[in-house]
């Protein structure tokens, strides 16, 4: 991985951010990935981690004033980016899954863009030729990095706060406070415990998860005001925007040129 010196435009005068978004995807909650072509998208944020190794020329990851040529990458959730490739494959990682948990004991920094260890990305690149299930494309994740080291363990009542926060998708939700109970701990002192928990805030989290359903409906067959609503988004424009902001692309540009793997 090395900084580079040209500029976005003469990348995309090279034609690697010309083309549609086209390909397969896979998502359920906690893991999910894109295989195919990129196309054109704006510096974004997503509340998943990001693992991309390239399928032909190497790609560009631009974070603020870096710009970072590799063929295999780590994205943090969070971490605003802007990625500028051809055809490639993208896994994204819930930052509360057993798996992220995985994948993140294998990295010196699981807080930073960096280069994937060359094990890693060669494990990813035997994905690309799977016609698995993406059920069994997670649990293949999960035994390769369980394999190679032990996971650490989390606390016991993170799992039962994911399960409540999950189950109300789409619903009135509890109130902080309400969470906080749950477990005995005070109101602030649960937004705390929650980030150090999960890397990321409670109110992200949800609109993480809102996203993620509402995503999972369309690709299903339903429209995008009837999966924003039943997700808990406000109108198809908040959820527009919404998907805008997470994934640098409006789902009016990505969404009609993919396959679903289920």
């Given at each position: 991985m090395r900084k580079q010196t040209r500029s976005i435009s003469n990348l995309n005068s090279q034609g690697l951010n010309s083309q549609i978004w086209a390909g397969e995807v896979g998502i359920e909650i906690g893991f999910a990935f894109f295989i195919g072509q990129s196309g054109e998208n704006r510096s974004?944020?997503?509340?998943?981690?990001?693992?991309?190794?390239?399928?032909?020329q190497p790609f560009t990851i631009i974070s603020g004033e870096t710009q970072l040529q590799a063929n295999a990458i780590f994205v943090p959730a969070g971490i605003e980016?802007?990625?500028?490739?051809?055809?490639?494959?993208?896994?994204?990682?819930?930052?509360?899954s057993t798996l992220a948990n995985a994948l993140c004991e294998h990295l010196k920094d699981a807080q930073s863009i960096?280069?994937?260890?060359?094990?890693?990305?060669?494990?990813?690149?035997?994905?690309l030729h799977s016609e698995s299930s993406i059920q069994n494309l997670y649990q293949n994740c999960l035994g390769f990095f369980k394999h190679h080291r032990v996971i650490k363990k989390r606390d016991p009542r993170l799992p039962l706060i994911l399960q409540t926060i999950r189950q109300e998708v789409g619903?009135?939700?509890?109130?902080?406070?309400?969470?906080?109970?749950?477990?005995?701990?005070?109101?602030?002192?649960?937004?705390?415990?929650?980030?150090?928990q999960t890397?990321?805030?409670l109110r992200s989290y949800r609109k993480w998860l809102r996203l993620i359903v509402a995503l999972e409906m369309i690709l299903n067959g339903s429209s995008a005001i009837n999966a924003a609503h039943a997700a808990g988004f406000s109108d198809q424009a908040h959820f527009s925007r919404s998907f805008l902001a997470m994934f640098g692309v409006s789902p009016q540009s990505l969404l009609p040129h993919l396959q679903r793997r289920t």
């Open positions: 974004h944020a997503h509340w998943a981690h990001q693992c991309i190794v390239r399928l032909d980016h802007r990625l500028i490739a051809t055809r490639h494959l993208s896994l994204f990682f819930d930052p509360t960096q280069a994937l260890p060359p094990r890693i990305a060669d494990f990813f690149q035997t994905l619903t009135s939700y509890s109130k902080r406070k309400e969470l906080a109970q749950q477990i005995a701990l005070s109101d602030s002192r649960f937004s705390h415990w929650f980030r150090e890397g990321m805030p």
